[in-house]
């Protein structure tokens, strides 16, 4: 990586020739946001341009490196880069984002105005986890309500009562979140099975990664 610069080389592009006839190298640079530039070479290694132009934006904005720029390059990342750690269950799974968020001004614009506030620790979330990143399906939350919608996730449904987590029911019942696991699915102990108890179990929220309809109880 150059000097002082948040670019790195990706690869050669056509040359820009200048009214005076005069060619000057250019290239692809990816950029450390997740984004890429394409720019003068010269440019780059003299320190002129040191970042795409999504990083310039959030910098003129006094974004660059708050919370929710972070946020969109993270997004970007979990769906675009196959190193990131948590690329198998975005990017690896086919989840992408809308087109227009490959630039962080229209993406900050749409968090200002749907629910983003930098005074409280909120996350970007997918309200159905087997769509993209899109206007219409995204929101933000807190973490804890954020963990009740993994593709993981279950309901948990105690004597009729419907919980979000296995947290929820527990702390609402005050007892542990292992009782709650036995209570709603029963429990293997060597060769028997002891079934889940009446009006107790747990039901995936997500099947084949494709989102349930919200259970009902008889």
């Not at 959030?58 to 979990?78: F, I």
């Not at 614009?109 to 005074?119: A, E, T, Y």
């Amino acid at each position: 990586m150059y000097k002082q610069s948040r670019l790195k080389f990706n690869k050669n592009l056509q040359d820009h020739i200048q009214p005076s006839g005069q060619s000057k190298r250019r290239a692809l640079f990816d950029c450390d946001c997740g984004g890429q530039h394409e720019s003068l070479i010269y440019s780059v290694k003299s320190g002129i341009t040191l970042q795409c132009n999504d990083c310039h934006i959030a910098t003129t904005h006094g974004m660059y490196e708050s919370p929710l720029y972070d946020v969109w390059r993270n997004m970007k990342q979990r769906c675009d880069n196959p190193k990131h750690p948590k690329y198998y269950d975005y990017g690896g799974r086919g989840i992408t984002y809308i087109t227009e968020w490959k630039r962080f001004e229209p993406f900050m614009k749409w968090s200002m105005d749907n629910g983003w506030n930098p005074n409280k620790v909120l996350e970007l979330d997918r309200e159905d986890n087997s769509l993209n990143y899109t206007p219409d399906n995204c929101r933000y939350i807190t973490p804890k309500k954020n963990c009740q919608n993994q593709y993981k996730s279950k309901w948990w449904i105690v004597d009729g009562v419907i919980f979000e987590s296995k947290t929820d029911a527990a702390d609402s019942l005050g007892i542990s979140h292992e009782t709650v696991r036995v209570w709603c699915d029963g429990l293997h102990k060597g060769d028997k099975f002891y079934p889940p108890r009446p009006n107790c179990k747990s039901v995936h929220k997500y099947i084949n990664e494709v989102k349930q309809p919200y259970p009902t109880v008889t």
